[in-house]
């Protein structure tokens, strides 16, 4: 998914030549790509990354199409470029796109109020519910913090209309248009105002508006689309450094924000059209107004003291419309990241010099980071010096370092030798959120609890006693997050009326539920 909250992108060039052209500078580009294509093999052993894809258009045309490493760890299929990845939030250009189509034929303005189209579009406050405009859906800047709600579509049964409507039970973090907090939800949104203009769902005018007529033949906006026996990369959770194959999860009710399965192979023809700036083959999809629209920065983000004593040329850091804007090497450098369960994905665009790229990794990992750095060096002439690749993978090894040692710590921090306050089955019940629905809490066995959110198959473990009144939490179905904790907050007449859930993680806010028990 998110984390599914890093900056990925990768990509080298590797042409067809005539061996009897060999110029002196055709030797040297030659020498340039045959060093990326060994630091691509050498990356994907270092970074534990079972496998990768990697595309590259360079003027008008496709000089990489390539497939890395293993679909899948137990079966030893190889990734080619044919190969099917999620692409999770790489899904939102698409969505831009789609309503830069709309707006190119007079149906809707970025300005229209979403309330125009979707009348049970409600957030926390009556203003903002009223003033929020197509504009704002795509921008991030509703006042949620980033990531905010995400339980409430994740691998749930909640329909795309029922999550957006549960999203007025979010709390802001910031003032309306004040701040970058990425949403999923409002995109779903916008392919709800899509949907509702248009009088075809997001799936089918994706399809008809960008995969027929681009020739992706393989792509689909679902994974109940998947053939038997397709070439399909499988994601993978690295545990204890083994990277182990998971299950996909079904996205289709945050559709418009990241359900798109595509090979680089097919998406080589999307990076086409968005540097034809809406233009391809002769064939005009929306207006090159619209693209200066999309790769407009509407939300700033702060640049980082990490990126201005890294990156003198990072001079701006922002939002469009469906992409993330950077300056860098003198270049405006137009991008988004994907994360889903087990896959990382980037696609990126530099227009200036007529260059598109992007890259598929099936595990988590900040790979396609560290290499887009690399090429973007290359490409762009900046020269630095710099090892991105050993400077991310540092990263990684401080960042499992720091996990250990917070684990070590919060042992450490464990009151030892107290019981809970009630026998087991005195915790026991039903607690329901409001935003997100009932999560029960059942006996297990003489030294557990049972625990499980019932809007998802996903979340189900077992609570085994901390202290006092806090359990930890341990999955029991497949998962990526780590264990958590949950406290019984106990009333005045010494029984649960609440239960906090708190799963360190930068993906889900386990704090929003609010679960109260039902009596």
Do not use: C
């Amino acid at each position: 998914m998110k984390s599914i909250k890093l900056l990925f992108l990768l990509a080298f060039l590797l042409p067809t030549i005539n061996s009897n052209a060999q110029t002196t500078g055709r030797k040297k580009k030659e020498t340039t790509e045959q060093q990326l294509d060994a630091l691509f093999a050498k990356t994907l052993t270092d970074y534990n990354v079972p496998g990768m894809a990697i595309a590259i258009v360079k003027d008008g045309q496709v000089v990489l199409s390539k497939g890395y490493g293993v679909k899948n760890v137990n079966t030893k299929e190889k990734v080619n470029d044919k190969t099917l990845f999620a692409i999770a939030s790489n899904s939102k250009a698409f969505t831009s796109a789609a309503l830069a189509i709309l707006v190119d034929e007079g149906k809707i303005k970025w300005s229209d109020k979403v309330r125009s189209y979707l009348p049970y579009f409600q957030l926390y406050s009556p203003y903002v519910t009223e003033e929020m405009t197509i504009r704002d859906l795509l921008t991030h800047r509703s006042g949620l913090a980033t990531f905010s709600g995400d339980l409430i579509w994740y691998g749930t049964t909640h329909s795309r209309e029922e999550v957006i409507k549960r999203a007025k039970y979010l709390e802001p973090t910031y003032g309306f248009r004040e701040a970058y907090g990425y949403s999923n939800i409002m995109y779903l949104a916008a392919g709800e105002v899509i949907a509702k203009v248009s009088g075809k769902s997001w799936d089918d005018f994706i399809k008809e508006k960008f995969f027929a007529p681009l020739g992706m033949k393989e792509s689909n906006t679902t994974i109940r689309d998947f053939k038997k026996d397709g070439n399909i990369a499988s994601p993978h959770n690295e545990v204890e450094g083994k990277n182990i194959p998971i299950e996909y999860v079904n996205w289709d009710n945050i559709n418009a924000a990241g359900s798109i399965n595509a090979s680089v192979s097919e998406l080589t023809q999307w990076i086409k059209l968005q540097l034809g700036k809406g233009t391809l083959d002769g064939k005009k999809y929306w207006g090159e107004q619209r693209s200066y629209e999309m790769w407009e920065n509407v939300t700033s983000k702060p640049v980082s003291k990490w990126q201005r004593d890294n990156m003198p040329s990072r001079h701006f850091n922002g939002y469009g419309l469906g992409w993330e804007l950077m300056e860098y090497g003198g270049k405006k450098v137009i991008s988004h990241g994907g994360g889903y369960d087990g896959m990382i994905s980037k696609t990126v665009l530099v227009p200036e010099i007529n260059l598109g790229f992007v890259i598929f990794t099936n595990n988590i990992n900040s790979l396609p980071s560290a290499l887009s750095f690399d090429i973007l060096d290359e490409y762009l002439g900046v020269r630095e010096n710099k090892d991105w690749s050993a400077i991310f993978l540092q990263f990684k090894k401080e960042d499992e370092l720091a996990t250990k040692i917070h684990l070590t710590e919060d042992e450490a921090s464990r009151a030892i030798d107290t019981k809970p306050s009630l026998a087991l089955k005195e915790y026991a019940g039903t607690y329901s959120s409001e935003m997100y629905g009932d999560v029960v809490i059942s006996l297990g066995n003489e030294d557990n609890l049972l625990i499980d959110f019932k809007p998802t198959a996903l979340f189900k473990g077992e609570l085994s006693h901390w202290h006092y009144d806090t359990f930890q939490l341990s999955w029991t179905t497949q998962m990526m997050l780590p264990k958590g904790k949950t406290t019984f907050v106990l009333g005045s007449d010494g029984k649960p009326i609440e239960l906090k859930v708190v799963v360190d993680n930068p993906d889900f806010d386990f704090t929003e539920l609010k679960l109260l028990r039902q009596k």
